[in-house]
């Protein structure tokens, strides 16, 4: 990590830290207000769902071709 990384990443800790609690809640809450979207109900996703079912995937792990039989495609 460069010094301006290190520089601003202790920036950054100061300003969360001298934080009060009730300004961590405030900011919290406008981040949501601003990124979250707004739900909504889409009657094509819902028969979607309706009709979807999970099921696990499951795929033959590759053959291990080293010698010693430890490499990162055994472990």
Do not use: K, Y
Not at 8 to 34: D, F, K, P
């Amino acid at each position: 990590m460069s010094d301006a990384d290190q520089r601003l990443v202790a920036r950054v800790v100061e300003a969360i830290s001298g934080r009060t609690e009730a300004q961590g809640i405030a900011l919290a809450g406008a981040l949501a207000a601003r990124w979250s979207p707004p739900d909504r109900l889409d009657p094509a996703a819902l028969h979607w769902l309706r009709r979807w079912s999970p099921r696990p995937a499951h795929f033959p792990p590759p053959a291990c071709s080293c010698a010693a039989g430890r490499c990162l495609v055994c472990n």
